[in-house]
Nanobody, 123 residues
Framework: VQLQASGGGLVQAGDSLRLSCAAS????????MGWFRQARGEQSEFVSG????????GYADVLKGRFTISRDNTKNMVYLQMNNLRPEDTAVYFC?????????????????WGQGTLVTVSS
């Protein structure tokens, strides 16, 4: 599967963005998906994940209440709604496909990655 993340940009603290991840391939709907981010000079960190049918979602503890993940299997899309953005949210955001129908918090559990989209939040 090929993944393409989009929707990043330069925003001010407190603003919102919605990231999108477009997936090619017929098997998209049977896999869990995740969002990760990597700030400059830092390791990748788990942001959010969603299982194959959208019934099970998870978030990094520091992001709960601000970010919402969703998916539309009819469109092969995964979304990340990010509200009340903070400067510390600045990073390249990646979407990835899990190795199973569920999501995981570990990078190694994902087999396919998109190129990422840059989110910059100014104070």
């Amino acid at each position: 599967v090929q993944l393409q993340a989009s929707g990043g940009g330069l925003v001010q603290a407190g603003d919102s963005l919605r990231l999108s991840c477009a997936a090619s391939g017929r098997s998209f709907s049977t896999y869990g998906m995740g969002w990760f981010r990597q700030a400059r000079g830092e390791q990748s960190e788990f942001v959010s994940g969603i299982n194959w049918n959208g019934q099970n979602t998870g978030y990094a503890d520091v992001l709960k209440g601000r970010f919402t993940i969703s998916r539309d299997n009819t469109k092969n899309m995964v979304y990340l709604q990010m509200n009340n953005l903070r400067p510390e949210d600045t990073a390249v955001y990646f979407c990835a496909r899990s190795r199973t129908d569920d999501y995981y918090r570990q990078v190694y559990q994902y087999t396919d990655w998109g190129q990422g989209t840059l989110v910059t939040v100014s104070s």
